[in-house]
């Protein structure tokens, strides 16, 4: 072990063996990113939780009694922070999360595992919610392939099928959160999201890894209709 430029002691992780060098380089990650440590102190299920908080810190697009929606949930980290955020647990507001993996339990959570692409999955989603969502938050992301612009084409594709499903979805004055990746949120995507949003920004929390290309774009102040309702 030796000591980074913050004097924390930083682990180094062996080669050799059937290890790659790409899952050594992500397991050293790991073990000396304070914010995974920070995570199991703080029985938060990923690093991730604190990107959401930190978010929503700045910006209040978390409220009680809301009803929430989290695509690409898994393993849980958005869902607790908004769970306690609009009191789920106590029952003033609702959190509907999904995945293509498993998640273990969280209370104030109903969680089911399903592929949001799937052609039937907004259906059994919408009758999940049973009604209008205030927030709709994804942090879904593509598989990967190396090729950039291919990889960017997956994750702008998930990002405007989540946004397609928020404007379905969302009552008056909601708010649409997603990751992207690279340059951000592609032009037309931006522009569909300024017609139907009051406010749309790229937002990069501290929380994010700062070598990482992930940022988040954030749509507040839905125009739309209540979904049901009138315009």
Not at 173 to 184: D, E, I, M, R
Request: glycine residues 10%; charged residues 25%; contains cysteine.
């Amino acid at each position: 072990m030796a000591k980074d430029t913050t004097g924390r002691l930083h682990v180094t992780v062996k080669s050799g063996g059937k290890r790659k060098l790409s899952s050594k380089l992500w397991l050293e990650r790991q073990l000396n990113d304070p914010y995974v440590a920070q995570a199991k102190r703080d029985g938060l299920r990923s690093r991730a939780a604190y990107k959401l908080r930190e978010m929503d810190d700045k910006h209040h697009f978390l409220k009680s009694g809301q009803v929430v929606v989290d695509l690409g949930a898994a393993p849980g980290g958005w869902s607790q922070i908004a769970a306690k955020r609009v009191g789920a647990v106590e029952g003033r507001g609702r959190v509907v999360a999904i995945d293509l993996l498993e998640m273990a339990e969280i209370p104030g959570v109903t969680f089911a595992q399903m592929d949001f692409l799937d052609a039937d999955a907004p259906e059994k989603l919408r009758a999940m919610i049973g009604g209008g969502a205030d927030v709709v938050m994804s942090d879904m992301a593509a598989n990967t392939t190396g090729h950039r612009k291919t990889d960017q084409l997956r994750i702008i594709g998930l990002v405007e099928n989540a946004a397609a499903f928020a404007c379905e979805i969302l009552n008056p004055g909601g708010a649409f959160l997603a990751k992207v990746f690279q340059s951000g949120a592609e032009a037309d995507l931006l522009a569909q999201l300024k017609r139907d949003f009051a406010t749309v920004k790229h937002v990069k929390p501290a929380a994010s890894r700062q070598d990482s290309s992930e940022r988040y774009v954030l749509a507040l102040g839905f125009r739309g209709t209540r979904p049901g309702g009138d315009a």
